[in-house]
């Protein structure tokens, strides 16, 4: 009787082990794919996601993702910038604020850039929601490291909007990035009030 009931803890344990790996296998899947597509739509704006500054000016990582969004605005691939993220702790300007000056700089008019703030995803999205929403847009191409994209789609889609990739191509984060985000695939908490996640 003993064994028999061993036997069965022993293929439930078994059967919850190869559900965990096949869910991390096909969450892999699903990141490493988003982060390697490159939308060839236009849209109405591009949505580049804050990751840190450094003292007034773009990190590596940041310079990245707004070249990225340059890029795309150069090409005529939409007419607005939005750009999100705010102020870390001991932190004098913010994301958002870092980049706007970085494309006003690179010759992006003041009044096609759309700034918001946030200290996560969730945040990034919905502080810039407004400003969105007042210029009737509804489309976005999402600038952010490969790793993030899937998650970062993932948002901006919960939020109403119809999110397009377009994942920095050689960002400083991608070698150690994926794996980390694997763990931490979209889902609601804080009483539905933000997915949690950096940038």
Same mark, same amino acid.
């Given at each position: 009787?003993?064994?028999?009931? /061993? ?61 990225? /969004? ?55 999205? =919905? ?55 694997? =763990? ?13 996640? =950096?940038?």
């Amino acid at each position: 009787m003993i064994r028999r009931f /061993a036997k069965v803890a022993l293929r439930v344990v078994a059967a919850l082990v190869l559900c965990l790996v096949a869910y991390f296998v096909v969450t892999f899947v699903q990141i490493w794919l988003r982060g390697h597509e490159h939308t060839t739509r236009d849209a109405q704006a591009i949505l580049v996601f804050g990751t840190a500054e450094d003292n007034g000016r773009p990190s590596p990582e940041l310079r990245a993702r707004l070249d990225e /969004a340059l890029a795309l605005y150069d090409a005529g691939r939409a007419f607005f910038i939005a750009v999100t993220g705010g102020k870390r702790p001991g932190d004098v300007y913010t994301e958002a604020g870092v980049s706007a000056t970085f494309l006003e700089d690179h010759g992006v008019p003041a009044s096609r850039v759309l700034m918001g703030a946030g200290s996560n995803t969730w945040q990034n999205v =919905s502080t810039v929601l407004p400003q969105l929403r007042a210029h009737g847009i509804t489309t976005v191409i999402t600038v952010t490291d490969p790793f993030h994209e899937y998650r970062a789609m993932a948002i901006a889609s919960a939020q109403g909007l119809t999110p397009y990739p377009s994942p920095v191509r050689d960002s400083p984060t991608s070698r150690y990035g994926l794996w980390a985000s694997t =763990s931490r695939r979209p889902s609601k908490w804080d009483s539905g009030a933000s997915w949690a996640t =950096s940038g």
